[in-house]
């Protein structure tokens, strides 16, 4: 986390915490990589991190296909 935090500097960015606990309360990962395009396409100067557990980060590299940061943390 706190190698991204450096990488940012002082860019602004969102943060998106992808999925939850319960599965059925998660969107389909074909839902977030198009929130994402439309979030950067409007704000193209705006950094993008995508926050997750360790045993997401498989799901989360499938949303990203865009090069967003991605960090997983217990």
């Not at 706190?2 to 309360?25: H, M, P, V, W, Y």
């Amino acid at each position: 986390a706190e190698r991204f935090a450096q990488e940012l500097g002082e860019k602004k960015f969102i943060a998106i915490q992808a999925f939850t606990s319960d599965i059925k309360k998660n969107w389909l990962n074909t839902h977030w990589s198009e929130t994402i395009f439309q979030i950067q396409s409007a704000n193209p100067n705006l950094a993008i991190v995508l926050l997750g557990a360790p045993a997401e980060r498989e799901r989360l590299e499938q949303i990203n296909n865009r090069n967003i940061a991605i960090i997983a943390t217990p």
